[in-house]
């Protein structure tokens, strides 16, 4: 049920993090979308959460709150 990886468009460019068809920083409006199109609101907050920390395993450089705006912050 990940959807996501199967798909060309919108989806993460590992190990940028940018969106693969778009180029903006994943997820981009397009995959919050379609994240929140499959997902209902407490699965979409667990997934995120594994693509943040995979984000934070990949972009150690990275601060944690900017992390948490870009991954979690938009699921409220
Ligand atoms: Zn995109």
């Known amino acids: 049920m990940t959807?996501?990886?199967d798909r060309v468009e919108h989806g993460p460019a590992?190990?940028?993090w940018d969106c693969a068809s778009c180029?903006?920083?994943w997820p981009c409006d397009p995959a919050?979308?379609?994240?929140?199109?499959e997902?209902?609101?407490?699965?979409?907050a667990i997934v995120m959460w594994d693509?943040?920390?995979e984000a934070a395993r990949d972009m150690p450089q990275a601060?944690?709150?900017e992390l948490f705006d870009r991954f979690l912050r938009w699921t409220d």
């Not at 919050?32 to 199109?37: D, G, K, N, Y």
């Not at 997902?39 to 979409?44: F, K, M, N």
């Open 23 to 25: 180029g903006r920083a």
């Open 51 to 53: 693509h943040l920390e």
């Open 14 to 16: 590992r190990p940028s």
């Open 3 to 5: 959807g996501i990886a």
């Open 39 to 44: 997902h209902g609101r407490v699965d979409l």
């Open 32 to 37: 919050r979308e379609q994240l929140a199109a």
């Open 63 to 65: 601060p944690a709150s």
